[in-house]
C-alpha cells in the first residue's frame, strides 16, 4: 500500500501545481480583459454613477468649479454651486475630483440622459435668463442666450439691450467651456 500512497500523494501534488498555474494564467487573462474593457469607460458615463457627489473640477478657461453634480448628458454637466449653477462641457474638463469609482454605461442612460449641450442651452435660451459664458481661452461673456444652432449660440449682450433685441454676437460651442447662471445681472 505505499506506492498507492506515493502515487496519490504524487498526482495530488501535480494537481495543485496545475492548478496554480491556470490560476495564474487565468489572473492575467482576467486583468487583460478588465484593462480592454476599462478602455471603454468615459467620463460621462463615470460622472453619471457621481450624480448627489460634491465634486471640484478644473475646468480650462475657467478655474476651477466645485459643488453638488446634479446632472450628466451627452458631452455636459451641471454643478450646483453656492449661489449659481454651472453647464460644464466635458471637453473643456481638466481634472476632477469626487467622482465616484463607478460608472454606469451610456446605454443604461434615459433617453433625456442623453441630450446633448445645444438642448441644454436650448432649455436656456427659453428661459431668457442672464448667465456668463466662459470660453476655453478664458474670455468671458455677460448676456442672454437668445437661440442655438447647430455649432454656436447667439447672445445678446445686456440685459437691457436683449430685450431691445441689440448687441447681438455668435460664440462657437468648440470655444465653450462653461456656462454659469448669473441671477446678479438680472434687472
Do not use: I, K, N
Not at 459643488?67 to 460644464?88: H, I
Not at 436656456?124 to 442655438?148: F, I, K, S, W
Amino acid at each position: 500500500m505505499g506506492w498507492e500512497t506515493d502515487l496519490f500523494a504524487f498526482l495530488d501534488e501535480l494537481e495543485q501545481e496545475a492548478g496554480a498555474a491556470f490560476g495564474r494564467e487565468r489572473a492575467g487573462e482576467v486583468a487583460d480583459r478588465g484593462r480592454a474593457e476599462y478602455r471603454a469607460v468615459t467620463l460621462a458615463s463615470r460622472l453619471m454613477a457621481s450624480l448627489g457627489a460634491e465634486v471640484s473640477v478644473d475646468v480650462r478657461g475657467v478655474g476651477q468649479v466645485g459643488g453638488v453634480l446634479r446632472r450628466v448628458g451627452d458631452g455636459w454637466c451641471l454643478v450646483e454651486a453656492p449661489g449659481c449653477d454651472w453647464v460644464l462641457q466635458l471637453a473643456a474638463v481638466d481634472v476632477l475630483r469626487g467622482a465616484s469609482e463607478r460608472s454606469v454605461p451610456e446605454s443604461a442612460w434615459s433617453v433625456a440622459d442623453r441630450l446633448g449641450t445645444g438642448s441644454v442651452l436650448r432649455r436656456l435660451a427659453d428661459a431668457y435668463e442672464p448667465c456668463v459664458l466662459h470660453l476655453v481661452g478664458g474670455a468671458r461673456h455677460e448676456g442672454v442666450v437668445t437661440r442655438v444652432g447647430a455649432d454656436f449660440l447667439e447672445v445678446t449682450y445686456g440685459v437691457r439691450a436683449a430685450r431691445a433685441g441689440v448687441r447681438t454676437q455668435l460664440v462657437a460651442l468648440g470655444g465653450l467651456a462653461a456656462v454659469q447662471s448669473a441671477p446678479h445681472l438680472a434687472g
